[in-house]
């Protein structure tokens, strides 16, 4: 008796483990399919973004009207800014994409500088069309490329979460990871090809000027191994106690500002970290994380609080909020440092929320370690009174403060930025603060993302 109720206990022992095994492996396959179908809709959004791109921007190339030259252009804007965010959810480890996201960004800011130009009653000269036309002949490679790479992704079954691997892996231990696949030759090529383009010179804030001189806010700091910059990566970007996010890879970049790439693994969570560490002082320049954000449960103020503990929290004080778009359900929020009651608009960081659960999931200090230094700033020679007699008399004054805003050329100049009223429209002013001279006027333009200028 006590021999067959040993038994009958064994057996529904082995019962209850192997339900619950099929329990577990049906619970991961469900999660496995779900991060795979978010994988794909990311891969699609960067393949619809380019392709919608090269028409956009051949169509701006040869309109010639003033007004939908400057339609055309913003749209480019917008559509490289959503393709380079859906470009860095895709799962990479062994594949740093950081030219063609780049290429996106300059490709998206110098169509809008472009436009912005325009509406501001200037014509392209003929060097600034040759450059629209330099980057409508790339995207359009970039469009026929991914064509191609769709294909055999098609043709093989090529699973995106099959990049990465070893997510059970005991968590003092780095997870394995595959080789690049050979379907994803494509995006191999096209960063090749995106980081061999020439220098790109404008007056916009993804200009590669900045690597005319040495950045400024790295002045002077020592430069640091592939072992601290992942320890530095790691730091900066884990926002809990103990936090999930480890280094698995790094790679040295050339640019602008000469970084390493660091790969961090979620350690069970998903998406990957991408983050570039400058090798002068360790300074994460900037990083985004690739995991997918489904739903929206906070506000732009939820998201906005966030963004500012964030970076309160990393020693970015004294910064206040200028503008935000929330797109994908997350929400860019872009700051600017300040000394005393100036705003200064070259020290800039852009932080990224998810909306779901306030997680940081994006930032980009690129900008402020450029621009950053102990300034010895003018005292201003016109009083707000006698710089607000320079604005046109069709205007009414909202508000106005002092602002350092950038040139071109990399020159800086103290301004009153007025914010204005014209005919129900809202417009800044920049008045310098020691000329009187008017140096810049941009549109603020309500969208359902949010504030825009133009």
Known sequence: MRRWYGWLIAGLLAVAVVTWGFGHWRNQQRLANALES??????????????????????GLVSGSSRQQVFFLTEVWSRAN??????????FTDLNLSASRKFLAQMGDYAYTMA?????????????????ESFYREIREYGRVLQRTEQELHENGY????????????????PETRQVSSELDGFKEMEQRFDGLPVLIYDGPFSDQIGET?????????????????????????????????????????GPIPAYGVTLDGQGRSGIIMADVSAQGGKVLAFLNSRPVSNANLTAEEAERKAQAFLEDRDFKGFEKTYGITENNTRWIVY????????????QVKVQVALDDGEIVGFDGT???????????????????????KLASNLEVKSRRLALIPLTGGREVLTYEFITD?????????????????????????????????
Request: proline fraction near 5%; avoid cysteine; glycine fraction near 8%.
């Open 214 to 254: 040495e950045p400024k806010g790295l002045t002077g700091m020592k430069k640091i191994d592939r072992e601290e910059a992942e320890r530095q990566a790691e730091q900066f970007v884990n926002q809990m106690a103990g936090g999930n996010y480890k280094a698995v890879r790094s790679s040295e970049i050339e």
């Open 159 to 174: 699973r995106w979460a099959a990049a990465l691997t070893g997510r059970s892996s005991p968590r003092n231990q780095v």
């Open 82 to 91: 959503t393709a380079q965010s859906a470009l860095g959810q895709l799962p």
């Open 422 to 454: 014209f005919n129900g429209e809202n417009y800044l002013v920049y008045i310098n603060a020691v000329t009187g001279d008017e140096e810049n006027i941009l549109k603020l333009v309500d969208t359902p993302q949010g504030e825009l200028t133009i």
């Open 38 to 59: 978010n994988y794909q809709r990311d891969f699609y959004t960067v393949v619809e973004q380019v392709e919608q791109l090269e028409a956009i921007l051949g169509k």
């Open 336 to 347: 600017a440092a300040t000394d005393g009651e100036v705003r200064l608009y070259p020290d």
């Open 116 to 132: 912005k130009r325009i509406a501001g009653g200037q014509e392209l000269d003929d060097e600034q069309i040759q450059q629209l």
């Open 367 to 389: 900008m402020y370690y450029a621009n950053h230094h102990r300034r010895d700033l003018p005292e201003p020679e016109l009083t707000p009174e006698k710089a607000e007699s």
